[in-house]
């Protein structure tokens, strides 16, 4: 496997998607790849750093979205098949790290001397899990549980819907709605197979790897 | 982008049948609070990497397939998910590789 391909899977790891014998090939990788391991190290501790900070911070709007724009534009330059490396490839780890810290360090800096808007982020779960019981039958499911990395690209959560909607969520808006089911839905299909699972104190195959979050 | 676009004029047959057009609603259909979660979630997806983008919605086509009881049993075990404490949710999810690694 090589490098480009084991940060593909990566996301699906995350999210415990990946059949067994991929996540075997990913973690081979990691044990030969130091490069790799390293990256998941950074984006770890990065993680951990995003963990704690206060559950409620506003960032100042024009940075907020100059950076979600900057960061839709990269994206795209990595998904069109002429790049053939990632923008954010050619950029060193201590790069990214100092680059990371720099802006947690001006958020946590303009909260502390309250220059940025008194806006403040929605706590989704809470909010969706009252109106979920409020919403009709049909679609009761709430706003998907904000997953680390998304949450840190996606600080502007909790913003109003536009009135004149894209046309991918006019045409389909219920692939939305269900997203957070979609998301886990081979976990929903056989919840109750899963659930009577028994870990017995064999050897999992998992043993030896990181704990992955549930997404 | 262009997938999704795709995928959506794809969808217009399947949406013809009656199982989807019981359920289908358009934007201006949803309530305020509706809309504002559909938004959520679709920031949430342009953000996912192309390859889950397109899992998602192969498994949109899926569960549109499926008949309303089943709908409505992954929409009830998603809130027992989702209700699930720190704890709970750490067992369930290794439940689940354990299950799916025995399953393969």
Redesign the interface.
């Given at each position: 496997m090589r490098c480009r391909q084991a940060q593909?899977l990566m996301?699906?790891s995350v999210d415990?998607?990946l059949?067994?014998?991929q996540q075997q090939r990913l973690d081979r990788h990691l044990t030969a790849c130091a490069a790799c391991r390293q990256e998941l190290a950074a984006t770890r501790t990065m993680l951990e750093v995003v963990a704690r900070l206060p559950a409620e911070m506003a960032l100042p709007p024009r940075l907020e979205e100059a950076t979600l724009h900057r960061m839709?534009d990269a994206?795209r330059a990595e998904?069109s098949e002429r790049k053939p490396t990632p923008w954010w490839r050619s950029l060193s780890l201590p790069a990214l790290a100092v680059a990371a810290a720099a802006v947690l360090a001006l958020a946590v800096g303009l909260r502390q001397f309250d220059v940025v808007a008194t806006r403040s982020v929605d706590v989704?779960d809470r909010v969706?899990?009252k109106?979920?019981h409020?919403?009709g039958?049909?679609?009761?499911?709430?706003?998907?549980?904000p997953?680390p990395r998304?949450a840190r690209?996606?600080p502007?959560?909790?913003?109003?819907?536009?009135k004149d909607?894209?046309?991918?969520?006019?045409?389909?808006?219920?692939?939305?709605?269900?997203?957070?089911?979609?998301?886990?839905?081979e976990?929903?299909?056989?919840?109750e197979?899963?659930?009577t699972?028994t870990?017995d104190e064999g050897p999992?195959?998992?043993d030896g790897q990181q704990?992955?979050?549930?997404g | 982008m262009r997938g999704l676009a795709a995928f959506v004029l794809a969808l217009f047959p399947l949406l013809a049948t009656p199982v989807a057009a019981q359920g289908w609603r358009g934007w201006d259909q949803l309530s305020p609070e509706e809309q504002r979660r559909a938004w959520d979630n679709y920031q949430r997806y342009q953000q996912l990497p192309q390859q889950r983008q397109r899992m998602i919605e192969k498994r949109y086509q899926q569960f549109q397939t499926m008949p309303p009881q089943e709908q409505q049993r992954l929409r009830q075990n998603y809130e027992t998910y989702r209700g699930l404490d720190p704890g709970a949710r750490h067992e369930f999810t290794e439940k689940y590789r354990r299950w799916k690694s025995d399953r393969h």
């Open positions: 593909r996301t699906s415990n998607e059949e067994p014998r839709r994206a998904r989704p969706a899990a109106s979920s409020q919403a039958p049909q679609h009761q499911v709430a706003a998907e549980a997953h998304l690209q996606e502007r959560r909790g913003s109003e819907p536009p909607p894209p046309a991918e969520l006019a045409s389909a808006p219920d692939l939305f709605m269900d997203l957070p089911i979609l998301r886990h839905m976990k929903l299909e056989h919840f197979a899963i659930r699972t870990l999992d195959p998992a704990e992955r979050s549930s | -």
